[in-house]
């Protein structure tokens, strides 16, 4: 008798960045076969926003960076990914995929997804030299640096990377990924 097979999931990490986040939160809601990443940063921001992670589907299993050698990410070598996506990624997380450091869960994934030929979808927050986003206490100003600026220049020279700037490209990026998994799987 053949194994079962199991269906390919859609990794998604979540990083300490408050640009967006509900909205990538409750985005993930729509996703099924979901497994979400989340750096150490993000737990706390999470609760800073007053959001819980519990308030997920029960369907999405949550994986929080608790090891040095990021050992949840194995399963990518074992085919369970179809698509990562970073969203939103903090302008840390951004540096370090850059320069090929990968020292978080957020980075690991990253980072192996691209060694696994993986299509990732990364929501860089830092995309402009000046910027209205959500802080815990309401909307705020932030003026982006000229580094953080090219980080995410360098990251679209990325293989199999696409890098998007609203949520609305965010949306696009992930309905034709799903489009395009479910026409190869059928
Ligand atoms: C409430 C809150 C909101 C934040 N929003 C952002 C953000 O929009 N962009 C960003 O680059 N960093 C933001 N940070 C800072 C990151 O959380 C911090 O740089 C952290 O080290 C990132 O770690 P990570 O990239 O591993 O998740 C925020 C921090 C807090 C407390």
């Known amino acids: 008798m053949n194994a079962p097979v199991r269906p390919q999931r859609l990794a998604w990490t979540l990083t300490g960045s408050g640009h967006f986040f509900t909205e990538c939160f409750d985005l993930m809601h729509e996703i099924p076969h979901l497994d979400l ?64 450091i990968s020292d978080t869960l957020a980075t690991n994934v990253f980072a192996q997804a691209g060694k696994c030929r993986i299509p990732t979808i990364v929501f860089a927050c830092d995309t402009a030299p000046e910027m209205d986003t959500m802080a815990p206490s309401g909307m705020v100003k ?13 990251l679209r020279t990325f293989e199999a990377t696409t890098v998007v700037e609203t949520l609305d490209e965010l949306k696009q990026a992930l309905r034709a990924r799903l489009a395009c998994v479910n026409a190869s799987s059928s």
């Open 37 to 100: 990443f989340v750096t150490r940063a993000a737990a706390e921001v999470v609760r800073m926003y007053r959001q819980k992670l519990e308030q997920l589907p029960n369907r999405v299993r949550v994986i929080k960076d608790t090891t040095a050698s990021a050992a949840p990410i194995g399963q990518f070598y074992h085919g369970l990914y179809h698509t990562a996506v970073i969203a939103p990624a903090t302008s840390n997380t951004v540096a370090k995929c850059v320069y090929g």
């Open 142 to 154: 932030v003026y982006p640096r000229r580094i953080d600026l090219e980080n995410v220049d360098r």
